[in-house]
C-alpha cells in the first residue's frame, strides 16, 4: 500500500462506524467512508464538537450539517496551498491519499534531465497539476467542469504557480484525446482519474467499468515513444489493484516495454495508528 504520511495540515484523527474524523488544517471534519465497517467507540473528544458533520442519507446522497466552519478556507502540502470548501456529497475538494502519487511522479518529473509534457485527465481542483507543475512539468488539465478549472486556478495562485506553464481546459477528456490524436500532439506522462460515472459537456455518457479500458488504449496514440509515467486512479470497487495491473499490463507495457505496479492507496489514522484504505492506482513507467 502507498501511504500519504507527509502530511502536516490534514490528518485522520479516527475512525469509527461508517465514518471518519478529519483535521483539515484549523477545523475538524466528520465524513462518511464506506471503508469503515468497524465500531472502535467515539473517545477522541473532536467526535462531539467538529466544525462541520456530513450526514449520509438512506435515500442517497445526503446534506452538511454546519456548526463553525468559515464558506472557504486553505491547507498547505510542501509548497502547495489549496483552498477548500464544502459542497456536493461530502467533498471539500481534495483527495489528500493522492499525496503518495503527487511524490512518487514529482521525483520522476525532476530527475528527467528535460522537459516533461504531462498530461492530466478528469483533473478536478488540480492537486496532481500543481504537483507536476510545481516539480517543473509543462502541464495540459482537463476537466468538464468550468467550476472545476476555474478551483484549480485559484489553488494555482495560491501556491505561487499563477505563470507556471499550465493550459486550462474545460472539455470531454475522450473528446479531447481524440483531438490530440488527430492534431499530432504527444505527451511524456499521462494521469487520469475518471469518475465512476459521469456526463461531459454536452451530455457524454461515461460509465468506468465500459469505458475505462478503452480510453487507456486511446491514450497510448498520444504519448512519447518513452513515456515517463501512466497513472490511473480508482475509487470504484470493481477496480482493484489486480484490474488495473492487468489492463496498464496490457495496454502499455506490450507497446512500451516498462513495468507496472498497482496497490491501494491510503492514509494514516492517527488513534489506532493503522492504514485506512481510500482507493487504488496503477503506475506504469518506462524504466
Known amino acids: 500500500m502507498w501511504v500519504a504520511d507527509k502530511w502536516t495540515d490534514y490528518e485522520v484523527i479516527d475512525t469509527d462506524g461508517g465514518e471518519k474524523l478529519e483535521r483539515w488544517g484549523d477545523y475538524l471534519l466528520i465524513r462518511p467512508d464506506p471503508q469503515v465497517i468497524w465500531e472502535t467507540g467515539r473517545n477522541k473528544p473532536g467526535w462531539k464538537k467538529p466544525n462541520a458533520h456530513y450526514h449520509r442519507s438512506s435515500k442517497g446522497g445526503g446534506e452538511w450539517e454546519f456548526f463553525d466552519l468559515p464558506d472557504q478556507w486553505s491547507i498547505a502540502y510542501g509548497s502547495l496551498t489549496f483552498n477548500l470548501k464544502p459542497f456536493s456529497f461530502k467533498h471539500t475538494g481534495l483527495f489528500p491519499e493522492q499525496a503518495a502519487n503527487w511524490d512518487w511522479f514529482s521525483e520522476l518529473i525532476r530527475n528527467a534531465k528535460k522537459t516533461v509534457r504531462v ?11 500543481l504537483a507536476a507543475a510545481g516539480a517543473g512539468a509543462h502541464v495540459t488539465h482537463v476537466d468538464a467542469s468550468k467550476g472545476m ?92 489493484p489486480a484490474v488495473l495491473s492487468y489492463m496498464m499490463n496490457t495496454a502499455l507495457v506490450k507497446k512500451f516495454g516498462g513495468f507496472v505496479e498497482a496497490g491501494e492507496i491510503g492514509l494514516p489514522v492517527t488513534s489506532s495508528g493503522l492504514i485506512l484504505p481510500c482507493g487504488a492506482s496503477g503506475r506504469y513507467c518506462s524504466s
Not at 498530461?119 to 497539476?129: D, E, I, Q, R, V
Open 119 to 129: 498530461l492530466n485527465l478528469f483533473a478536478y481542483t488540480g492537486g496532481a497539476t
Open 149 to 240: 478549472v476555474t478551483w484549480a486556478k485559484e489553488n494555482a495562485i495560491s501556491s505561487g504557480l499563477k505563470d507556471a506553464p499550465v493550459r486550462w481546459l474545460v472539455d470531454d477528456c475522450v473528446k479531447f484525446v481524440e483531438r490530440e490524436i488527430r492534431r499530432g500532439n504527444k505527451y511524456d506522462a499521462i494521469i487520469m482519474d475518471p469518475p465512476s460515472y459521469g456526463r461531459g459537456p454536452k451530455g457524454e455518457i461515461w460509465k468506468i467499468e465500459d469505458s475505462i479500458y478503452p480510453f487507456i488504449e486511446l491514450c497510448t496514440q498520444i504519448l512519447a515513444d518513452r513515456p515517463l509515467f501512466f497513472l490511473v486512479n480508482s475509487y470504484t470497487t470493481g477496480l482493484q
